[in-house]
């Protein structure tokens, strides 16, 4: 099990929070979805009550290394002030002058935010110096960055050996997160389905393995089906294919064969001859794809299939858009899967940040039981990984 923040003692003392405040941004630098900020309130507030001295820290985009204004923290500041409607401070820097200074002249109950964690090199090289000095600005170590727990980071893992197990531990969020999965995994309401998507049977495939044994059902859709669909041997005209993973496509679906899990893929598409908004589409079967055309969203018979796939569900995990659903064009195959879910009378998991997107634009974020923070980190855990982050937060019995 995972060490709760609630299972160390935290009351006055200086508290290292790691958060994912890796947001979405316009391009005037507007926070366009600030889930990931509202999610990570519960920690920061449960540490305000408990009169903590708190460093709040997160990475944004992928700076390289390099102080890059385009990825500053400024507008999650912004945000977090607003939110946690106290007097947040904000530094310049991440082990600099400002924010050395600012930390030790924090008082209890305050909270200083530092700048994006990336503008240091150390961070993404696991560097053991940069995470010492990170270290020394707290007696507690909160890691509540799902998003980023599979990833072995300075602020993720190396800062870890600073601490020991009565001064670190996960925070609410995290906390959620790794339970929710282990409990899916775990002891799934039957019948399970798995909805599966997205652009590649690469990044999937060893979760889907995973995933067999313990499902019912598998639903496939998005530019993956297109591998499973020339597999089968039908003739997928330009559509996303992976060649050189045919046999493992073969593989999987004789797997779910003789695991008796039934497995279903796309009986029709929305073709078109570019992938961009202007194209001509059309609805055709999976069988008739035409030459040259590649099919970007499952088709309306496909919807209604996965529909009645659906119907009798308890438990519904989905990971992966149906379609290149950023063009308004090939959106209603994935808007449609999420309305489906959402009025599933059923657990329903969503994992992956393109899903979650999906979710939030059809308007059912609210109606599904869980929608997982990190993208990379929830398919970790689905293929059965331990990660980084979370393996120094373990109790002992775990190990
Ligand atoms: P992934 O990161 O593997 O989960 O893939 C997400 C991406 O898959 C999204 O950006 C979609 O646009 C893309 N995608 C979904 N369906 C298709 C498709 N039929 N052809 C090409 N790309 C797709």
């Known amino acids: 099990m995972i060490r709760s923040i609630r299972d160390i003692d935290v009351e006055n003392k200086r508290v290292f929070i790691r958060c994912d405040f890796n947001v979405p941004l316009d391009e005037f630098m507007n926070i366009t979805d600030d889930r990931r900020i509202r999610s990570a309130i519960q920690t920061i507030r449960y540490c305000l009550d408990q009169d903590c001295k708190i460093v709040v820290a997160s990475h944004l985009g992928r700076p390289g290394g ?10 999650v500041f912004k945000r977090l002030t607003r939110i946690l409607n106290c007097n947040v401070k904000f530094a310049s820097d991440v082990v600099g002058s400002d924010a050395k200074q600012k930390a030790a002249s924090l008082e209890n109950g305050e909270v200083l935010l530092l700048e994006n964690l990336r503008f240091e090199k150390g961070e993404t090289k696991n560097d053991k110096n940069f995470a010492k000095e990170l270290a020394s600005y707290a007696d507690v170590y909160i890691n509540d960055a799902f998003g980023v727990c599979h990833r072995a980071h300075a602020s993720v893992e190396a800062i ?23 409990n899916l995994l775990k002891a799934p309401t039957r019948p399970f389905v798995a909805v599966v998507g997205g652009s590649k049977v690469s ?33 997928i005209g330009n559509s996303l294919v992976e060649d050189d993973l ?9 797997e779910a064969k003789r695991l008796g899990v039934k497995l279903y893929l796309p009986v029709d598409v929305v073709a078109a001859q570019t992938c961009s908004q ?5 609805f055709v079967p999976t069988q008739e794809i035409p030459k040259g055309w590649m099919g970007l969203d499952v088709g309306p018979a496909s919807t209604r299939l996965f529909r009645e796939v659906l119907n009798d569900a308890q438990t519904i995990l989905w990971n992966g858009p149906m379609g290149v659903f950023e063009l308004e064009k090939f ?17 329903t998991v969503i994992g992956g940040g393109d899903t979650a997107d999906v979710v939030a634009r059809a308007g059912d974020a609210d109606e599904m039981t869980f929608i997982s923070t990190g993208g990379g980190a929830s398919l970790e855990l ?3 990984k331990e990660l980084p982050g979370v393996k120094p937060l373990n109790t002992k019995e775990e190990e």
């Open 66 to 75: 390099v102080v890059d204004a385009k990825y500053s923290l400024n507008p």
């Open 331 to 347: 959106s209603k195959g994935s808007i449609k899967m999420s309305h489906t879910i959402s009025e599933a009378h059923a657990t």
């Open 160 to 182: 870890t050996e600073c601490f020991d197990e009565d001064s670190s531990a996960a925070g609410f969020l995290l906390q959620k997160e790794i339970e929710f999965s282990k």
């Open 203 to 235: 990044g999937k495939l060893q979760a889907l393995v995973n995933l067999l044994p313990r499902i019912d059902k598998l639903i496939i859709g998005g530019g993956m089906a297109f591998t499973f669909l020339k597999a089968q041997g039908m003739d």
């Open 278 to 282: 202007e194209s001509t589409m059309k």
């Open 246 to 254: 045919l046999d493992e496509a073969v593989r999987v679906m004789d």
């Open 382 to 384: 689905i293929e059965g």
